[in-house]
């Protein structure tokens, strides 16, 4: 069985400054993992994915993250951050042989201020 | 790209009554798909697994005679809310699994309000 670990519940930051939101997970099995972002009331939009190859995976907005297998971590990161980025942010991974079937981090809210 | 859709987006029942969602893969086909349940202001629970021509799977603690799974077609899961109850008010989300077996797809879920 897998686990995710979302190190902050809450990330405050100011407009046009970087951000970094951490994840570690926990598998004894290859594993594929996941950044969503969740606006209020709305359903889950994929951000990026690292299935296999780069390290650093770009995705949409300008975020990006990258895996580190040895520290088994997935942290998501972005330059400079806008209001509209405000939302909550979930990492999720799942085992590459149960593909599909993915365990969620308990969410990070990320809160840009002007 | 892959498109999956939930109906009805919200809803609102009355308490002893059965709610039915749809979960529908657009442009692909699902033998897979994956029911989860958000409570506000937490993560997403996996309830089920639904596999196309045979029974669900179902995590510990979920209760199959309540949350009845129909995975009928290779493009539509349903998820039957059953004797609904006010706790079981919630964010229901479904995920479908494209046949290159990598990732799954979500829909923008439903809301259930249990009055």
């Known amino acids: 069985a897998q686990s995710v670990t979302q190190l902050d519940s809450q990330v405050p930051v100011f407009e046009e400054a970087p951000v970094e939101l951490r994840c570690n997970y926990s598998?004894?099995?290859?594993?594929?993992l996941f950044w969503y972002v969740q606006y209020p009331n709305q359903g889950l939009q994929l951000l990026l994915k690292?299935?296999?190859?780069?390290?650093l995976v770009k995705g949409i907005n300008g975020f990006e993250a990258e895996f580190n297998k040895s520290q088994t971590s997935f942290h998501l990161r972005k330059p400079s951050v806008h209001i509209s980025d405000t939302a909550e942010y979930f990492c999720?991974?799942?085992?590459?042989?149960?593909?599909?079937?993915?365990?969620f981090g308990d969410g990070t809210t990320l809160t840009v201020k002007p | 790209g892959a498109v999956v859709s939930q109906h009805p987006s919200w809803v609102i029942c009355k308490s002893g009554t059965s709610v039915k969602i749809e979960c529908r893969s657009l442009?692909?086909?699902?033998?897979?798909m994956f029911w989860y349940r958000q409570f506000p202001k937490q993560s997403l629970m996996l309830m089920a697994t639904?596999?196309?021509?045979?029974?669900?799977?179902?995590e510990q603690g979920v209760e199959k005679d309540k949350f009845l799974i129909n995975h009928a077609s290779l493009t539509l899961s349903t998820l039957t809310v059953t004797s609904a109850h006010p706790e079981d008010s919630s964010f229901y989300i479904c995920?479908?699994?494209?046949?290159?077996?990598?990732?799954?797809?979500f829909g923008q879920g439903t809301r259930l309000t249990v009055v």
């Open positions: 999720a991974v799942s085992e590459t042989t149960n593909a599909g079937k993915s365990t």
């Open positions: 442009d692909f086909q699902a033998t897979t």
């Open positions: 639904s596999n196309e021509g045979s029974k669900a799977t179902y």
């Open positions: 690292y299935l296999s190859g780069s390290t």
């Open positions: 598998s004894s099995v290859s594993v594929y």
């Open positions: 995920s479908a699994l494209t046949r290159m077996n990598t990732e799954a797809f």
